[in-house]
């Protein structure tokens, strides 16, 4: 930086450019630093939710959750199961629809502007109208065609609920994601492209070796993006199926699609116990702090250079 | 524009670009069905939904009897939804867009220990779930609005100062990345020309951060117009202010299976962002697209 241009002007540059941090940062300890701080904290003590002061019980909370909790442990597996295959059935259907908008097909941007509409609308509106849909189109249409499969509502039995979850969540998401790959197709050099034509190469040795090499970038992006949005599902799992339907597991009655952000909200409002909600939270936490650094290091490794 | 990057030199089977027309449509149809949905039920009374969930409304002026009665309905109140939305919504985007901007700024041109420090600070806070903050949040800015006699919780100072935490981490980082491309030979020759710091900022560097405005506006903008934890802890679901997702919510736990009713509030939450897309459709796409990748 200039040196010496009079004291007081760089004093008063200093001054300005404190000055422009501390908006943010005031806001970032206020909001973030002291409530996470608190949060760690709290999920090893009694704490109520009312009260600022605990007391301390060490990993007693932690232990209960594991031990004693069986809604957390479906909560944790129906999370787990959903996450795996919401992130290939967003990933696999928006890279199909990146393939199609970005053909010669005629009216290939009104079909990309389509798409992408679910995505601009919120999960408790979107929810709602696929509760509808659920609970009344789809066994309606069932009804009148004589399809047994689709006369019961997928959203009331436990086989066909995470189903129903993955399915909304990929109409939500598919668009976005698909415009993510086609931004990755349009930047690929076209001789690339035709050159391997030249060579004969046939339409899925194109896509298999040279496109999806060259898209590594936007697979990682995606990949991460789908990934902790499907762990930290929350807004369409309470709108459309709010945890339901009940279900047995082992001995237990659980609630079958209540997933981990669900889980932690209801264990604190609903059951009322704070403590042990903020110990999922933090678990919650750590677990998506584990598996992005572990996706990320591993896609960055595997992407090419161009 | 320059899309048709799988394309060979010959033009493919036109078998094959019919099969992927259909293809195209079918999508479309699935794609758009729920929101077809959405308006064709809206015009039907609940006794003809009951009665047969699948049908085309039979005398679609019910429309407007339905419109009538969400609108007025004091549980949704659908203009004080939108008045708060907007409200908060817009004095949100207005605060964390410039005040990330000011600190990625001073962080980008300051290269120091410390402002290397922050931002790092700034990007580790981005794995920082809402769910493990959200609890301690509500107590914390309780005594806070007590010991400052500013009310944090059901306010609008105590939502935007959260988003501010919540939202700037992201935008700080995208604001990072774009500044370091801008040039320093402009705000030397203010700096020479006796402009002060903050009118170097605000004349000088501001205005070129315009394509990035963009992408920070349009994903906050989505963001905090659609979520819904964040008011409910904040604001509460009872409280003077309320926004467009706390009200749909409302108001489905209150009416349960008046589809039809139900129908109406959800288009209604829905048709502002409609509209907006209608319009900035290109832009919309674009900030989010570069939001991901950056």
Request: with cysteine; aromatic share 14%.
């Amino acid at each position: 930086m200039n040196e010496r241009s009079g004291l007081s002007s760089k004093q008063r540059r200093k001054l300005t450019e404190f000055l422009f941090l501390v908006p943010t940062v005031l806001a970032f300890i206020m909001v973030i630093i002291i409530p996470f701080i608190y949060g760690i904290y709290y999920s090893f003590t009694d704490w109520n939710g009312v009260s600022t002061s605990a007391n301390f019980i060490g990993f007693a909370n932690y232990k209960e959750i594991f031990t004693n909790d069986p809604q957390f442990i479906r909560s944790f597996l129906v999370t787990t199961q959903f996450t795996i295959l919401n992130v290939i059935a967003v990933n696999v259907v928006s890279f199909l629809l990146s393939l199609l908008v970005t053909s010669q097909v005629k009216g290939k941007n009104f079909y990309r502007a389509a798409y992408f509409v679910p995505n601009l609308i919120g999960g408790i509106v979107l929810g709602s109208i696929w509760q509808f849909v659920f609970a009344n189109i789809l066994p309606g249409i069932g009804k009148s065609l004589g399809w047994d499969f689709l006369s019961k509502s997928m959203i009331t039995n436990a086989n066909t609920v995470i189903g129903a979850l993955v399915t909304v969540n990929t109409w939500q998401y598919a668009g976005y994601i698909m415009m993510i790959y086609v931004a990755s197709i349009q930047g690929i050099s076209k001789s690339v492209l035709e050159a391997a034509e030249v060579d004969g190469a046939t339409y899925p040795t194109v896509v298999r070796h040279i496109l999806m090499p060259l898209m590594a970038n936007a697979f990682t992006i995606s990949l991460f993006l789908t990934l902790t949005n499907s762990f930290k599902m929350y807004d369409v799992n309470l709108a459309l199926t709010n945890g339901g339907p009940a279900g047995l597991v082992g001995t237990n009655i659980v609630n079958m699609s209540e997933f981990l952000a669900l889980n932690i909200y209801n264990t604190a409002f609903k059951y009322s116990k704070m403590a042990q909600g903020q110990a999922k939270a933090v678990v919650f936490f750590v677990i998506l702090m584990v598996v992005s650094l572990i996706q990320v290091s591993y896609n960055k490794s595997k992407e090419v250079e161009m | 524009m320059q899309t048709d990057a799988v394309k060979g030199k010959n033009a493919i089977h036109p078998g094959r670009k019919v099969a992927l027309e259909i293809i195209g449509i079918i999508v479309s149809i699935f794609f758009l069905m729920p929101f077809a949905i959405v308006v064709l039920n809206s015009m039907r009374t609940n006794a003809e939904i009951i009665n047969s969930a699948v049908g085309l409304p039979q005398s679609p002026g019910v429309f407007f009897e339905n419109v009538a009665s969400v609108w007025n309905n004091p549980t949704f109140n659908f203009v004080q939804a939108i008045r708060d939305s907007v409200i908060i919504t817009v004095l949100s985007l207005a605060i964390i867009s410039i005040c990330s901007a000011m600190t990625a700024w001073v962080l980008v041109r300051n290269k120091t220990k410390w402002s290397n420090f922050l931002f790092m600070m700034f990007v580790a806070a981005m794995v920082i779930p809402f769910q493990v903050v959200m609890f301690p949040l509500i107590t914390w800015f309780r005594d806070l609005g007590n010991f400052l006699h500013i009310p944090m919780l059901r306010s609008y100072p105590g939502i935007i100062f959260a988003y501010l935490g919540f939202g700037e981490s992201m935008t700080i980082f995208i604001f990072h990345g774009f500044i370091k491309s801008v040039p320093l030979e402009l705000e030397e020759a203010a700096d020479i020309d006796g402009c002060t710091r903050a009118g170097t900022f605000f004349r000088i560097v501001l205005p070129l951060l315009q394509p990035v405005f963009v992408t920070v506006l349009v994903l906050n903008g989505l963001w905090i117009w659609n979520d819904y934890l964040l008011p409910l802890l904040l604001l509460g679901s009872n409280s003077e202010v309320r926004t467009i997702p706390l009200a749909v919510q409302g108001f489905i736990g209150s009416f349960v299976k008046q589809w039809n009713l139900i129908m109406v509030s959800t288009l209604l939450a829905m048709l502002p962002v409609i509209i907006l897309y209608l319009f900035a459709q290109k832009y919309i796409i674009q900030g989010m697209v570069d939001g991901a990748i950056k």
